[in-house]
C-alpha cells in the first residue's frame, strides 16, 4: 500500500476539485492519503511518504499565493533525494504565466532532489468538463505507476 501526502492550495476551490479526483483515484488503487493545507504543511515529514503531491493555484501574475510561500521557502531547508513527488493546480489562460505555482513547486522539489513525475498537471480554473475530469483521472492513474515504479527501483 501507497502511503500519500497531497498538500493543497485552494482559495476557489479549483484546486481543492482537482485533488478531490486525483485522491479518489489513488484511493481506488488502494492508497494511503493524509490531506493537509499546505499553509500547515510541515516540509520535514515530507520524505515519510511514499508519494507527496503539492496542489496550488497561481496567484496574479504567477506568483505563489500567500499561503503556499512560506511552504515553499522552507523547502530550501531539507533534503528530498528519493522523495516521489508530482505537482499540479489550477491557473486562468488570461494571464501571461498560466500556472507558473506548478512549474515552480516542481522546480524547488527537484531542486532539493526530488525525483518530480514529468507531467505537471495545469488546468483552467475547476475541472469542469467530462474531458478535464478524465484529464485528471489519467494523471492520477499515470502517476500512480510512475511512483510504482519509482519505488521499486529505489527499494532496490
Known sequence: ????????????????????????????????IKLEEIETLNVQDIPNYDLVLIGSYTWGDGDLPYEAEEFYEDLDNVDLKGSICGCFGSGDTVYPAYCQAVN???????????????????????????????????????????????LIISRR
Open 104 to 150: 515552480l513547486f516542481s522546480e524547488k522539489l527537484q531542486e532539493r532532489g526530488a525525483n518530480v513525475f514529468e507531467t505537471l498537471l495545469k488546468i483552467e480554473f475547476s475541472p469542469d468538463t467530462r474531458e478535464e475530469v478524465e484529464e485528471c483521472e489519467n494523471y492520477a492513474n499515470s502517476l500512480y505507476q510512475w511512483a510504482e515504479q519509482e
Open 1 to 32: 500500500m501507497m502511503n500519500v501526502l497531497i498538500g493543497f492550495a485552494s482559495m476557489s476551490g479549483n484546486t481543492e476539485e482537482i485533488m478531490d479526483i486525483i485522491k479518489n483515484q489513488l484511493e481506488k488503487k488502494g492508497c494511503q
